[in-house]
C-alpha cells in the first residue's frame, strides 16, 4: 500500500473513533430517556430498552412548567444570537477600516477583555441590573449580545474582513458608498462562512446559559431550560429517565442548528471560496 493510501486509512478511522466518542454519549442518553420511570442507568449500553417508555417525557411536563421555559429559551435565544452577529461584525468591521496601529491596539484591548473571568463580572453586573431595575426580567440575558457576546466574535470577524481585498473598500469608498451601506452589501454577505460559525456559537452559549438566568431571573415562568434541568434533578435525582428525557429536549434544538449550520458553512465554503476570497 503507498504511503498515500495508510495516509487515508489513518484519517478515516481517525475520524471514525471521533465521530463514535461524540455520539455514543448522546445515543445513551436517548435510550436512557426510554427505560422505566426510576430505574438506575444500565452497566452496559442498551440500544432499544425493553419495553420501551415514552412517558418519561410527558412526566418532563408534569413536574416543571417546561413548556414555559422551552418558550423562554427560545425567545431568548432569537433575540440574542442576531444581535450578537450584528454587533460583533460591527465591531470586526469597524475595526477592519483603521489604520494598522490604531487596530492593534484595539485587538490587545479584546483580547484583555476576553481574558477577564466571567465571575470577575458577576457582582458588578447585579448592582448596575439591580439599579436599573432589570433583575427579575430577559434584559440581563440579552444586553451582553450588544457587545457581541464575546470580544473574540469580533476579532474573529476583524480576521475576516482582513482577508477581503482592500481595493474593493477604496472602490466603494470613491463611488461614495456610506460605511453601513459597504458592510451591508459587500463586507458581510463576503464572510458568510464566518457568520454561520458566529452564529452557531453564540446560540450554544445563549441556550445552554445557565449561571446569568439563576442570578438574574426569580420567577419561575421567566427561567430558562438550564435552569429547568438542574431544578429537575433537585426534584427527583434518581428518575434518571426521567433527567435524560429533559436533556434530550435540550440538545436537540442545539444538534438541529449543528447540522444546519455545518452544512450551510461546507456548502457556502465549496461554492463561494473561504470569505469570498
Known sequence: MTRRTWTTGFRVTLGLVVAVTMVMPLVWMVTTSLREPGSVPPRRLEWIPDPVVWSNYRDVFDALPFATMAANSVIVTAIAV???????????????????????????????????????????????????????????????????????????????FAGIPRDIFDAARLDGTSAFRTWATIAFPLVRPTTIAVTMLTFTMHWNNFTEPLIYIQSLDRQTLPFALSALFQLAPTDWPMLMAAAVMLTVPAVVVFLIGQRSFIESARGEGWLGN
Open 82 to 160: 442576531p444581535l450578537s452577529v450584528l454587533c460583533a461584525s460591527w465591531g470586526g468591521f469597524a475595526m477592519s477600516q483603521l489604520v494598522p496601529s490604531t487596530r492593534r491596539w484595539l485587538v490587545a484591548l479584546a483580547l484583555v477583555a476576553a481574558m477577564i473571568p466571567t465571575t470577575a463580572t458577576w457582582v458588578t453586573r447585579f448592582v448596575l441590573f439591580s439599579q436599573a431595575n432589570l433583575i427579575d426580567t430577559w434584559w440581563p440575558l440579552i444586553l451582553p449580545a450588544l457587545m457581541g457576546t464575546s470580544p473574540l466574535f469580533a476579532l474573529v470577524y476583524l480576521w475576516s
